[in-house]
């Protein structure tokens, strides 16, 4: 059983401790599954998330023993792992890209008539947005998702992918200008609220 001030502990401590006792590894589930859920539903829809969430912990827990314990946060590892699984299933992705609903938060009065403009431009963007998207290579919209869904900084990413903070850096740069190639004058705003910045 772990310490009872679990909260204070590293995950690369958890997941050390996990490889001599399995039911450790249940803290890295309950401290990291919200997110990992979260991105997974981005990319892929709320149905599928709920089973790759579990493929992406089970293929942690398989993995512990080879985590690099010199990193204390284990996130940006298992954003990494859950990454590949999209694209394991990337065929599928382009159909829930187009079923996916953007957010619209409550605004106040005095901002209401921006946040419609934005909105109905959003709207008017989501295809050409979403065909965008299809259209980049698996590693740039992975790096782009990952910055922009998940809010990671760049060492987060290229720790995520197994790549240098360089090829995150390059891949993001050619992500946006795609991007805004595609979308000519579109606002800022706009592409974000598509892209699900609520």
Same mark, same amino acid.
Request: net charge neutral; no cysteine.
């Given at each position: 059983?772990?310490?009872?001030?679990?909260?204070?502990?590293?995950?690369?401590?958890?997941?050390?401790?996990?490889?001599?006792?399995?039911?450790?590894?249940?803290?890295?589930?309950?401290?990291?599954?919200?997110?990992?859920?979260?991105?997974?539903?981005?990319?892929?829809?709320?149905?599928?998330?709920?089973?790759?969430?579990?493929?992406?912990?089970?293929?942690?827990?398989?993995?512990?023993?080879?985590?690099?314990?010199?990193?204390?946060? *284990?996130?940006?590892? $298992?954003?990494?792992?859950?990454?590949?699984?999209?694209?394991?299933?990337?065929?599928?992705?382009?159909?829930?890209?187009?079923?996916?609903?953007?957010?619209?938060? *409550?605004?106040?009065?005095?901002?209401?008539?921006?946040?419609? #403009?934005?909105? /109905?431009?959003?709207?008017?963007?989501?295809?050409?947005?979403?065909?965008?998207?299809?259209?980049?290579?698996?590693?740039?919209?992975?790096?782009?998702?990952?910055?922009?869904?998940?809010?990671?900084?760049?060492?987060? /990413?290229? #720790?995520?992918?197994?790549?240098?903070?360089?090829?995150?850096?390059?891949? $993001?740069?050619?992500?946006?200008?795609?991007?805004?190639?595609?979308?000519?004058?579109?606002?800022?705003? #706009?592409?974000?609220?598509?892209?699900?910045?609520?």
């Amino acid at each position: 059983m772990l310490d009872a001030d679990v909260g204070a502990v590293t995950d690369a401590a958890i997941i050390d401790r996990s490889v001599r006792d399995p039911e450790a590894f249940s803290t890295i589930f309950d401290r990291h599954a919200p997110h990992i859920h979260r991105y997974l539903a981005r990319r892929l829809g709320v149905p599928a998330a709920d089973d790759l969430v579990a493929e992406t912990f089970l293929a942690a827990f398989r993995r512990r023993d080879r985590f690099d314990t010199t990193h204390p946060d *284990a996130r940006p590892w $298992l954003y990494g792992i859950a990454t590949r699984i999209v694209g394991q299933h990337r065929r599928d992705e382009e159909r829930e890209y187009r079923l996916r609903q953007a957010y619209v938060p *409550a605004t106040s009065e005095a901002s209401h008539a921006n946040r419609v #403009a934005t909105v /109905v431009t959003a709207q008017s963007l989501r295809r050409p947005l979403l065909e965008a998207l299809a259209e980049l290579s698996d590693g740039d919209r992975d790096v782009l998702l990952l910055i922009a869904w998940e809010e990671l900084r760049y060492e987060d /990413v290229a #720790a995520a992918l197994s790549i240098p903070v360089g090829t995150v850096r390059s891949r $993001l740069n050619r992500a946006r200008r795609l991007l805004r190639e595609r979308l000519g004058g579109a606002p800022a705003s #706009a592409i974000e609220e598509v892209l699900g910045h609520g």
